[in-house]
């Protein structure tokens, strides 16, 4: 239960303490969050700690609860205020109905019992109130974002009256991994989505709101008296920690995109349309990527190339057609290069249906199945399919079954050819060994690992370190990651020991490949 702020107002400090002993506030679901014995700092008060209910005198030096109320009313700071009144002021009292004040109590007759009456019925219209203000808060952000100004009225009434305490603003939008269906009617499962940001009591956070059912937008306030690293840092440490509250939600890694320091709220709908244009690019970075926009240079914001894929679809099906497998994959692994180049979104969607209908039509003139009936009858893959990477890795080990099959008929036995796609697909994890891959097919580790020499020539343990050290090589011509962060992609715990690997299957450093490659 979300407990009801009340602020208590009283130039009698004696009479603020009666009020607050007078019951058990936080059994009948209420919290005082602050107390004011002068006038002069009601308003301040209120813009800080937003109470739901004010609990006011109605007389007192310098400024009155009347006076009070009107000014806490038109700016909206609070959703209800109750007035305490003596007989003499009833008259009083009654005016301040019409302003809008919820109610008066009589000061003399406010004993235990009554107070926790008053104050059920009060709860239950706060309550109702706050779900009134919630939708309206939600419509106004997403008419906002969506371009259409906000006048300062609803400003505040959008960011709970919070937005004009900054200055400068933070946008941070975040977009769990787009999954791309490569099958035909087989659609990767859809990550369940927070219909609301959960509250860590962040008094920075102006707004938090899912945004085209497919991502959700963050607003930040700031004070442009912080400098702009500062800002930067902090919009990090934001972004980093909302990463976790997304993979948690989720269960699936988010890319982001952020912008800090935006002056004027009006520039960020602007903002937020950019931000979405990095994220349909998402899939040509490496998982969970952070556009920083402040950062970005002129020439990435050109337009994506269009990403030419007839000739190179083509030298694939003339490759598989003569049965050349190797060539094939390196083939597709050139088309892949050429769509992270590209980065053309809508090309290389394009591009995927074409290769899907390709290795179909070859696998039915092989009498194979299809790959969606393959999918349908098998426990299916664990392929990333919201990953350039992760598709073409898809691609290149359909390309790698059907190397172990010609016309149909098996060159290697269905367990080395398990054993192969299990390396495929879990190459990046650090238990991944001979052992556990005969565990996994049901058979002594002796028996895998005479098997697997035998059909293939190589030992189990070497076939894995080719494959992880084919990946890394292909990570390392990405260029978006450091060295120790790409051993631990290709399921090396140390990056030294990584590092010793490599030059040794290479004969140079992965510095020294990344150097050679420029």
Not at 190 to 198: A, G, L, N, T, Y
């Amino acid at each position: 239960m979300n407990l009801v702020k009340v602020m208590l107002v009283d130039d009698e400090v004696l009479a603020i303490e009666h009020m607050k002993n007078l019951i058990s506030w936080q059994q009948l679901g209420c919290e005082i969050v602050c107390t004011a014995n002068k006038p002069s700092q009601v308003i301040r008060l209120a813009r800080e700690h937003r109470p739901d209910l004010i609990i006011m005198d109605i007389v007192m030096p310098g400024k009155d609860g009347l006076a009070l109320s009107r000014e806490l009313l038109a700016e909206g700071l609070v959703l209800k205020i109750v007035l305490l009144t003596s007989y003499k002021e009833f008259e009083y009292a009654k005016e301040a109905l019409k302003l809008g004040v919820s109610n008066y109590w009589i000061k003399h007759e406010m004993d235990a019992e009554t107070v926790r009456r008053e104050l059920g019925g009060l709860r239950e219209e706060i309550e109702g109130d706050r779900r009134l203000r919630k939708n309206d808060r939600g419509r106004l952000l997403v008419d906002w974002l969506g371009g259409r100004p906000l006048t300062d009225a609803q400003w505040r009434t959008a960011t709970a009256g919070l937005g004009e305490a900054f200055d400068r603003l933070h946008l941070l939008v975040l977009e769990p991994a787009r999954m791309m269906p490569l099958l035909p009617g087989v659609m990767p499962n859809k990550p369940e989505w927070p219909m609301e940001w959960p509250s860590a009591g962040d008094s920075s956070l102006l707004a938090a709101i899912p945004f085209l059912e497919s991502c959700f937008v963050l607003i930040y306030g700031d004070k442009s008296s912080r400098g702009e690293s500062k800002m930067r840092e902090l919009l990090e440490e934001k972004a980093a920690e909302a990463r976790r509250t997304i993979e948690q939600l989720t269960g699936r890694a988010a890319s982001m995109a952020m912008a800090y320091g935006l002056p004027n709220r009006a520039d960020v709908p602007g903002k937020l349309a950019e931000a979405l244009k990095w994220l349909s690019q998402a899939m040509f970075h490496s998982s969970g990527h952070l556009f920083r926009m402040n950062e970005l240079q002129r020439e990435e914001e050109k337009a994506p190339l269009h990403l030419e894929w007839e000739e190179g679809l083509t030298k694939t099906k003339e490759l598989l057609s003569d049965s050349q497998y190797e060539e094939a994959a390196r083939e597709v692994s050139a088309l892949f290069s050429l769509a992270l180049a590209a980065k053309d979104a809508n090309g290389f969607a394009d591009l995927c249906r074409q290769l899907v209908s390709v290795l179909n039509r070859y696998r039915a003139t092989s009498g194979l199945p299809s790959l969606t009936e393959t999918w349908a009858a098998g426990p299916g893959t664990t392929a990333d399919w919201a990953s350039l990477t992760g598709i073409r890795d898809w691609f290149l080990s359909e390309l790698n079954a059907l190397a172990g099959t010609s016309a149909g008929q098996p060159t290697l036995s269905r367990k080395v050819r398990q054993a192969l796609e299990q390396m495929e697909q879990h190459y990046g994890d650090p238990e991944l060994d001979a052992d556990a891959i005969a565990r996994q097919l049901g058979i002594s580790r002796d028996h895998f690992r005479h098997l697997f020499k035998l059909e293939t020539g190589k030992t189990a343990l070497d076939r894995l370190t080719e494959i992880r050290m084919e990946k890394a090589k292909l990570l390392l011509d990405e260029g978006n990651l450091k060295v120790y962060e790409i051993a631990d992609r290709v399921g090396f715990r140390n990056g030294q020991y990584f590092s010793q690997v490599f030059r040794k299957m290479t004969g140079m450093t992965p510095l020294e490949y990344m150097e050679k490659r420029r």
